[in-house]
């Protein structure tokens, strides 16, 4: 966190939190839901500094003298990494592959599909979803980014009709609201050509689980997922065994380096508080 102002105390809580009587400044674990009962005494708490970048756990939960704030860019290189290790690990079948070296067996098989040529959809033009769009433009691809509102390089959700029957790949790094919400519908899959690949590095419920399931049991569309609805992905599940699926268990964020940079942000924002300043990331409503 670096070197904090005078007369800061930190406690560091070994497991679960049971009580944040006298607690100011309150940073959960990372994913750990809100607790009822542990904000039951949290008469003296000011802010909440989550680990994570999504907050839809949290909304509502909180006491209205508290504000919330999120881990916003904390995960912009991780997740985006992982949205680009996701599609081109499909697109060259890397899992027939790893599959094949655990039985010993050197198979070349068919060739594999490329990036090079693909036409890329980002849904959310966020940090991550420029991140995304960033490390994905040396591979020779197009590349068009969308979100709620227009902008300048950017376009409106309103487009994705005729967007989505152009892409090859569509990513999603939208934020979880009552907005997205079962966003990704049977509509918006059906409007996705044949073969192309659904990569959702956002939140599980963003997409409607049956309505993907049934694309790609048909064999229709493509999927890598690093997070789905429920979580974890129940055993009977007949997700678990399609070949035209790549599966990661929610470690989109999960890195070697996610600690410091959450700390970091945390030591920011705890010399701002300090010091009276604004805070940064302060969720406004859903967001």
């Given amino acids: 966190m670096g070197e904090l102002p005078p007369g800061v105390e930190v406690s560091v809580v070994e497991g679960p939190r049971t009580s944040l009587k006298d607690v100011e400044f309150w940073v959960p674990p990372f994913l750990a839901p809100p607790a009822a009962d542990v904000l039951e005494d949290a008469d003296d708490l000011r802010v909440v500094q989550l680990l994570s970048a999504g907050v839809d756990s949290w909304l509502g939960k909180l006491p209205p003298h508290a504000t919330l704030c999120d881990a916003r860019g904390v995960h912009t290189t991780s997740t985006s990494e992982w949205a680009v290790a996701a599609i081109l690990s499909f697109l060259r079948d890397f899992p027939r592959f790893a599959r094949a070296q655990a039985r010993g067996e050197w198979q070349r098989g068919a060739p594999t599909d490329e990036l090079a040529g693909k036409r890329v959809l980002i849904v959310g033009a966020g940090d991550i979803g420029e991140a995304v769009a960033a490390r994905l433009t040396p591979f020779q691809v197009s590349i068009q980014l969308v979100a709620r509102s227009p902008r300048d390089g950017v376009r ?3 487009e994705l009709p005729k967007l989505l029957p152009e892409s090859d790949i569509v990513v999603l ?55 789905t609805d429920p979580e974890p992905l129940p055993a009977d599940s007949p997700l678990w065994g399609l070949p035209n699926l790549l599966l990661t268990p929610h470690i989109g964020g999960s890195v070697r380096g996610l600690l410091r940079r959450c700390y970091g942000l945390v030591g920011d924002q705890v010399r701002r508080y300090a010091a009276g300043e604004p805070l940064i990331n302060v969720v406004h409503g859903e967001y």
């Fill in 156 to 158: 409106g959700v309103a």
């Fill in 173 to 227: 790094v939208v934020p979880l609201t009552s907005e997205t919400t079962g966003f990704v519908d049977a509509a918006f899959l059906a409007a996705m050509p044949n073969g192309s690949l659904l990569v959702n590095a956002a939140r599980g419920p963003v997409v409607d689980s049956r309505a993907l399931t049934q694309e790609l049991v048909s064999g229709r569309l493509n999927a890598a997922l690093d997070v």
